[in-house]
């Protein structure tokens, strides 16, 4: 089911929200792009379009897919304030690719219209899921984040006591297909928009669209 309480923000709970910092972050490699696309990014980075990189230190990372959240034993919590947390990774995370759908369309849009004089560019929005993990000790929980016009859902796929054998090893099945989901559909999304506005880029419509 999705999730439908608000989270407690407050600063006095246990489980209120913290500065976004996952224990764990898995997305893109900044390397794995050709460097034309290593370029766009770039760019679009430094006039703060699209933050694909969300660190303050750049650490290569982009377009996070999957996030985890680590609760109990030595590092205290609970899954409730893992929950939380993910809630909030899931969605800086959604608004990192949505911000990229937009601008996409933004730029095309302006290409187009200076080039041939309209203004036709194509729609590229599409439904986009992610991913976050939750644990507290063998307790682990994969949540699936996805918007539904302005609002922001996530829902549990499924959770797993890995100290059951069968348990473990569908938990590390799950994990494992999103890793590739990432590494494969996920990526050919990012690097098929990309092409369609790396000429664009280039050629400096990001000066003329704030201009």
């Known amino acids: 089911m999705p999730s439908t309480t608000r989270s407690d923000v407050s600063s006095e709970s246990p489980n ?35 933050l694909s990189e969300p660190y303050q230190s750049q650490i290569g990372l982009r377009f996070p897919f999957l996030v985890v959240e680590n609760k109990g034993g030595a590092v205290g919590g609970n899954m409730l304030g893992a929950q939380n947390q993910a809630a909030v990774d899931g969605a800086c995370a959604l608004n990192i690719f ?33 991913f976050s993990l939750t644990t507290e000790g063998p ?19 499924r959770a797993w006591r890995t100290t059951r054998r069968e348990d473990a090893i569908k938990f590390a099945q799950a994990l494992a297909g999103i890793v590739e989901w990432g590494r494969t559909n996920f990526r050919e999304n ?12 280039i050629a400096g419509v990001l000066a003329s669209m704030d201009a």
């Open 98 to 130: 949505g911000d990229f759908q937009s601008i996409v369309t933004r730029i095309m849009s302006q290409y187009n219209r200076d080039n041939s004089g309209t203004d036709q560019g194509e729609d590229v929005s599409m439904s986009t899921i992610l």
């Open 139 to 157: 307790l682990h929980e994969i949540w699936v984040h996805y918007r539904v016009g302005d609002e922001y859902h996530m829902t549990c796929y």
């Open 190 to 201: 990012v690097v098929n928009m990309l092409s369609q506005i790396e000429e664009a880029v």
């Open 16 to 50: 209120g929200l913290t500065t976004l910092k996952p224990d764990i972050t898995l997305g893109l490699a900044h390397i794995s792009f050709t460097r034309m696309q290593r370029t766009v990014l770039t760019m679009l980075q430094n006039v703060s379009c699209v």
